[in-house]
């Protein structure tokens, strides 16, 4: 597939455009377009207020080593397709067009991809920059690989959104958008983290749900607006049942990894580890 061009909005974005209920397409390279539009969740809310800061995370200095070992682990020359699910601000999409990948990058904030636009712009490199929620994406064309790093979409649930139907929603998107044999590489959160980390207390006071995994907590941001209290929900997975979700949706796992952002390792995780990386391939047809 031809690279976007720099100057004006590809062909690919044109298509894209029209098939796919886009609302606008800004004139500038790297560009966002916005694929759906549905009420802010809280995740959007929060990382439209976290994306100023969010490189300050130290985590983020590990971003050129974590796309070496995609490199490795997904081994498709420059010139291949990705879709980076939850790109945030980019630092992946970006560090991998400057080794000649077609970057497309998903995000529901407006905020972390105004961020990603402006760090591609610095960088001199062309995204394909899409607002979207990860639940909700279509594409017309199919892509030769996708990553969901540091939880991207994955993982991170909205008030109302059902802990098993989330993540398997964004799973069928992402093989749906893959061609065949296409590997994916998925970070999200070790259940196993969670679940010893956790008592019963929290249990009682609705901090962790035993039966989904699913962590409950408070975070406090600066917002233009003052200083704002998100209440957040993140699931946990063990392996096994992993494995068993990107079955159902017509992958194959080759590897489950230790992948807490930041130090990703080719061993299997540390009960206490944060994060998990699983690397898998598409396996059917369309
Ligand atoms: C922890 S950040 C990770 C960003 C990036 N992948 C990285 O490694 O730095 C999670 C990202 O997922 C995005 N996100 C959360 N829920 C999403 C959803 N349902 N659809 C698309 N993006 C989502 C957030 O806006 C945020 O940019």
Redesign the pocket.
Known sequence: MAKPKRSSVSPFLQEFATQCNVFSIRGCDPRITVMNKRDK?I??E???A??PD?MD?S??RA?KD?VNFIIEELGLPGGNSIL?????????SIELAKRGYIMTG????S???EEARKAAEVAGVGLNLVK??????VFDHKFDAA????????A?L?ES?DAYD?DMR?LNNIAVALKPGAPFIL?TLNGLQKARHFNNDDVKNRKFDPLTLVETFTMELETPEGKRVFTLRERGYIASELILMMELNGFSVKHVWGGT?GNWRREIPDMDEIGILLVAHKTGGE
Do not use: K, P
Request: aromatic content about 12%; proline content about 0%.
């Open positions: 969740s995740w959007e929060y990382f439209d976290h994306a969010y995370n985590f983020t971003t974590e980076d699910v939850g790109c945030g601000t980019g630092r992946h998903v995000d529901i904030s905020g972390m991809l979207s929620d990860a639940v909700q994406m990553v969901c790093l540091c939880e991207g979409a994955f991170l909205g959104d989330h964004i970070e952002a």
